[in-house]
């Protein structure tokens, strides 16, 4: 029961992190794909996977993107 709000915590500042104009762009982006794969069925099929694929590309990046308040060189994508 704690893990999981424990994981709610985590996600709640993943997206109130940093810069609150790209998740509004990312969301953005996330239901245009949705409305238009909505408009048929075929559609559909086509632009959710598209969408839920877009969404974790972002999370990844996200992920992997290294922290601006650490000075470590292997962090900053420098060869040690």
Known sequence: NSRLIDALKESYSMTTK???IDNLAVFIIFIGLLAVGSTTFIGSL???PFATIFLISVYEDKMQSPDTTSDSPDQKGIEV
């Open 18 to 20: 940093g810069n609150m």
């Open 46 to 48: 086509f632009t959710q």
